[in-house]
């Protein structure tokens, strides 16, 4: 330990989504704030999310004619949930959530035009009330960026390379403040009066989300940063986790080569949402065999359905005359991108015949077989056993093609257990002043065994921005902000 302990109003862990706008609001009202980031920059997952938010009775949905409501968005989380979402923070989310979206406008997002709307990458809302930026989660990050940079010209210290050791508890359902180290190596005391936890998940650590997750493989786009730190920290000190089981995998991505479970960015999967592009091709899971109808509406359904099969794996086989007629499969991906995946991409497998094709991709070659057949059978006749009716063409004509793709991981499911003022919970109750927002929450919490649009950014930057003025003692009710 080097020198004497610091001391400061405020220690925010954490400079990205919920830890931000919880620095900024301290500072705006006379905190002193410290705020440590693991990583070279602040953003956190703001560089990589595509930013969704969502909220029920903005202004922006009044100017066009939604009738919407922070009820109705409530009922909407719990029904696309199946009520495994927290009701109590769910509803402290929707109610914060009109005044964010006004913050943000009013602190120039440049929100895009077709917002909002009604998205289909997850079960869909009943009413348009999902916004994003023109450049995705960086425009949040545009808003978020100027006025961090005002504070820390202020009351407000950025200590970036700096890493989170422990928390320092002295009494039961407290803390005094906490170790660091910073880049050169050295360990240092922080001691402060109230602590806010906004480290984000695990979602970047694949050693660490089987043990958080049932057991569950990780692969997904996660930043390394997302090493679960803050979370294991907090459960040190004597912090709970909840939302292990509730694990549900985004349906589809496809690993980056060479990782065993970072896959592509977001906007590099493959087109399988059907409202947005309709399949041509089937899936298949190890066992050669397909498991669900691949134009199924409900993306919930797929993804349960893919929960079930072995490594949460499964293969897009098509052939020649799909990959030539079809709408694009790899939208970002040019012709010569995808030819050199093909030629040694391990993802990525081509073939004269199935059972060539087969033993190049890892799949039973009499289950390829025999699935290609009865589906080819199905376009003849226009019946098909799984229900799906969109039937444009058989597999027949080689090369055949399949692309390995994973059940991925967008944010973490499970996560640090808070009550109703976001206190995190311990053994005998709520420590005093050990609070949290963003991912460490986890995003069942507010999403439960589903995804909910604008469930995790949203919530994060209002949880923020109250936690920030609720340690300023100021008022932190949502008309207010």
Not at 143 to 170: C, D, I, K, Q
Not at 218 to 233: H, K, R, Y
Not at 324 to 344: C, H, I, K, M
Not at 354 to 376: P, S
């Amino acid at each position: 330990m080097t020198g004497r302990p610091a001391t400061t109003d405020l220690v925010v862990i954490g400079a990205g989504t919920a830890g931000l706008p919880a620095a900024i609001e301290a500072a705006r009202h006379g905190l002193r704030v410290t705020v440590i980031e693991k990583a070279d920059r602040i953003g956190g997952t703001l560089w990589r999310s595509w930013g969704q938010l969502s909220a029920g009775g903005t202004s922006l949905q009044r100017s066009k004619g939604i009738r919407d409501s922070p009820d109705l968005h409530f009922d909407d989380v719990m029904r696309i949930s199946k009520n495994t979402a927290d009701p109590v923070l769910v509803r402290l989310a929707v109610s914060h959530a009109p005044a964010t979206i006004e913050w943000l406008m009013e602190s120039g997002f440049d929100m895009d035009p077709e917002a909002p709307a009604v998205l289909h990458f997850h079960e869909p809302y009943l009413l348009a009330r999902t916004y994003w930026g023109r450049n995705a989660g960086r425009s949040v990050l545009d808003v978020l960026a100027p006025a961090f940079e005002e504070a820390t010209a202020g009351s407000v210290t950025l200590e970036l390379n700096t890493e989170l050791v422990e928390l320092l508890a002295s009494a039961p359902g407290r803390v005094d403040g906490l170790t660091v180290r910073r880049p050169d190596g050295t360990l240092h005391d922080i001691e402060a009066r109230v602590v806010i936890l906004t480290s984000g998940g695990y979602a970047g650590n694949p050693e660490l989300f089987p043990r958080f997750t049932a057991g569950s493989p990780l692969a997904g786009p996660g930043s390394p940063g997302a090493d679960g730190s803050g979370l294991l920290a907090a459960v040190a000190a004597g912090g709970r986790v909840r939302g292990q089981e509730r694990f549900l995998p985004t349906y589809g991505g496809v690993l980056k080569s060479g990782s065993s479970w970072e896959t592509v960015h977001l906007d590099d999967y493959p087109a399988l949402t059907p409202q947005a592009r309709q399949p041509w091709e089937i899936h298949v899971n190890a066992r050669g065999e397909r498991f669900v109808a691949e134009d199924a509406p409900s993306v919930d359904l797929r993804e349960n359905a893919l929960l079930e099969q072995p490594e949460l794996k499964f293969w897009v086989v098509y052939d020649a005359t799909i990959r030539r007629e079809a709408p694009a499969l790899f939208p970002t991906w040019s012709e010569t991108e995808l030819d050199d995946a093909f030629a040694g991409h391990p993802s990525f497998a081509m073939a004269d015949d199935l059972r060539t094709l087969a033993q190049a991709a890892g799949l039973d070659a009499d289950g390829l077989a025999r699935t290609v057949a009865a589906y080819n059978e199905a376009v003849a006749s226009g019946r098909d056993e799984f229900g799906r009716t969109h039937l444009p063409a058989p597999i027949a004509e080689p090369p055949f093609h399949a692309v390995l793709n994973h059940g991925s991981t967008l944010k973490s499911p499970a996560g640090l257990a808070v009550d109703g003022e976001l206190r995190v919970l311990g053994p005998d109750g709520p420590f005093e002043n050990l609070w949290a927002a963003g991912e460490v929450l986890g995003g069942s919490t507010l999403s439960g065994k589903s995804f909910v649009s604008g469930m995790s950014v949203t919530p994060a930057l209002g949880f923020g921005r109250m936690l920030g003025r609720r340690a300023a003692g100021a008022d932190t009710d949502p008309g207010s902000m």
